[in-house]
């Protein structure tokens, strides 16, 4: 299993950036597919952007042009920097592998992000 902590969350105002930062463990990170994923309250947990271990990185539509997703295979960190935050997205932010199973179910403890005027 591959531990992950995140950090970076908080409460910002529509506009405003935050750059989350998620520190993982194990040998396997510098090779693997890297994703940030968000949970909203009643909804389910989705992908929203992703890096392959060469740097190729894809979005979702609702925060494509807004994101960037980044990563330090010698930290073995990845990032997350938003800019133009809305209110939608408010959730707590997760890392993992992409796909998240590869992982075997396991996750970190999320960074709250709240988005409100």
């Known amino acids: 299993q591959v531990q992950l902590v995140e950090s970076g969350g908080g409460l910002v105002q529509p506009g405003e950036s935050l750059r989350l930062s998620c520190a993982a463990s194990?040998?396997?990170?510098?090779?693997?597919?890297m994703g940030w994923y968000r949970q909203a309250p009643g909804s389910k947990r989705d992908l929203v952007a992703l890096?392959?271990?060469?740097?190729?990185?894809n979005y979702s539509n609702s925060v494509k042009g807004r994101f960037t997703i980044s990563r330090d295979n010698a930290k073995n960190t990845v990032y997350l920097q938003m800019n133009s935050l809305k209110p939608e997205d408010t959730a707590v932010y997760y890392c993992?592998?992409?796909?998240?199973?590869?992982?075997?179910?396991?996750w970190g403890q999320g960074t709250q992000v709240t988005v409100s005027s």
């Open positions: 194990g040998s396997i990170f510098s090779k693997s597919a």
């Open positions: 993992n592998l992409v796909p998240s199973t590869l992982n075997s179910g396991s």
């Open positions: 890096i392959l271990s060469v740097g190729t990185t």
